[in-house]
């Protein structure tokens, strides 16, 4: 079992729709979780982060936290073909250890 | 503010062959990676660094891949030699002290590495 999964899509929806990203992981002491954006040949770029259970928002996006269940998600409302892009699940999955491990990413394509 | 400086961009080597891969992370931070990126295995950490110490290598693929921190603002991933399974993307990031697990990487262009 990868330590952090995601479904590798690609998830198409139409413009102005509500895109839905999941990813699992499987360490249960993970404290810290986060969404990076990837541009197709260009670098990860964080976009949300979230470390306790419930929701967070920040503008378009929201970040979605369940640890008994050990799965995050990001919402992105209005979604606009500029968010045509990979996502990436980050979990920081050991405490004092601070790098983190990625899901191998969910594409989405926004269709106009 | 320049951010995380990777050279080269692009490299074409054939199998055998020594490369070497550079960064210069942002200013400051105390926090240096190295992860490795391809479409089979996504983005894998090798190495990351504090202050220059080297503090978890587990992700090294073997002997042939060494990293170095000399200094506070320049690294190297060094592959010798050289293997056509090598071929990936190469990222390198930097990260500021703060709290355990900010988690905020800053990540360099990238160096993608052709083996022939």
């Known amino acids: 079992q990868k330590e952090v999964e995601q479904n590798s899509g690609p998830l198409s929806v139409p413009e102005g729709a509500i895109a839905s990203l999941n990813c699992t992981y499987s360490?249960?002491?993970?404290?810290?979780f986060f969404w990076y954006r990837q541009y197709s040949g260009k670098s990860p770029e964080l976009i949300m982060s979230i470390y306790s259970n419930g929701d967070k928002e920040d503008g378009r996006f929201t970040a979605q936290l369940n640890k008994a269940s050990q799965y995050v998600s990001l919402l992105i409302r209005d979604s606009q073909p500029s968010d045509s892009a990979t996502y990436l699940c980050a979990v920081g999955t050991r405490t004092g250890r601070r790098a983190l491990t990625f899901g191998s990413g969910t594409r989405l394509q926004v269709q106009p | 503010d320049a951010g995380v400086i990777q050279s080269p961009r692009h490299e074409v080597t054939e199998m055998g062959q020594e490369v070497t891969l550079r960064c210069k992370p942002i200013s400051g931070h105390d926090y240096l990676f190295w992860y490795r990126q391809t479409m089979m295995r996504g983005l894998e950490l090798l190495i990351y660094f504090n202050n220059n110490v080297p503090i978890d290598d587990s992700g090294m693929p073997e002997d042939r891949f060494s990293a170095k921190m000399p200094n506070a603002s320049f690294s190297t991933l060094k592959i010798q030699p050289s293997e056509p399974r090598d071929s990936a993307v190469y990222f390198c990031a930097s990260s500021p002290r703060g709290g355990a697990g900010t988690g905020e990487l800053f990540f360099g262009e990238g160096s993608r590495l052709t083996v022939l």
């Open positions: 360490d249960r002491g993970s404290q810290s």
